[in-house]
């Protein structure tokens, strides 16, 4: 099996494992839309190595829903191609929703987190967020109490 071969089917298998397709994701994406798509740009830094370049990058983008289709999330996987190692990495997800984003470094291709469990605490730390300033602006317009 060819390298590219090799790189492909284990990303494939990763970014399925983890609930990045369009079945877990809910996505209106056609099914093997988000693979397809690693394909093609995976064969671009194939042919972008064959010219020489050593360091080349791609971003992968899709679009889950969650909640019974509430919670419209997208999704950025930045990939990194490094032609002298022949090594595929995902350098880090986004998570964007309700206008907020969220970027997970990742270290290892290993520390892609599931899809699904990614948005949930994202989005608790976003609802906690929101909480939190209610909470302050209630204080606020109450103004200063009186301990006496």
């Given amino acids: 099996m060819s390298i590219y071969h090799e790189l492909y089917e284990a990303h494939k298998v990763l970014l399925s494992d983890r609930g990045f397709?369009?079945?877990?994701?809910?996505?209106?994406?056609?099914?093997g839309f988000l693979f397809d798509t690693l394909r093609v740009q995976l064969d671009q830094c194939i042919r972008e190595m064959t010219l020489g370049e050593t360091k080349t990058g791609f971003s992968l983008l899709t679009v889950g829903?969650?909640?019974?289709?509430?919670d419209m999330v997208n999704y950025r996987l930045d990939y990194n191609f490094d032609a002298d190692t022949l090594s595929l990495d995902i350098s880090k997800l986004e998570i964007r929703w309700q206008g907020k984003s969220k970027v997970i470094k990742l270290g290892a291709n290993e520390d892609l987190p599931y899809a699904s469990v990614a948005f949930e605490e994202f989005k608790k730390e976003v609802l906690a967020k929101q909480a939190q300033a209610s909470d302050r602006r209630s204080r606020k317009r109450m103004g200063p109490t009186d301990n006496r």
Avoid: G, I
């Fill in 21 to 31: 397709d369009e079945q877990t994701l809910s996505s209106p994406n056609r099914d």
């Fill in 65 to 70: 829903f969650f909640n019974n289709d509430k």
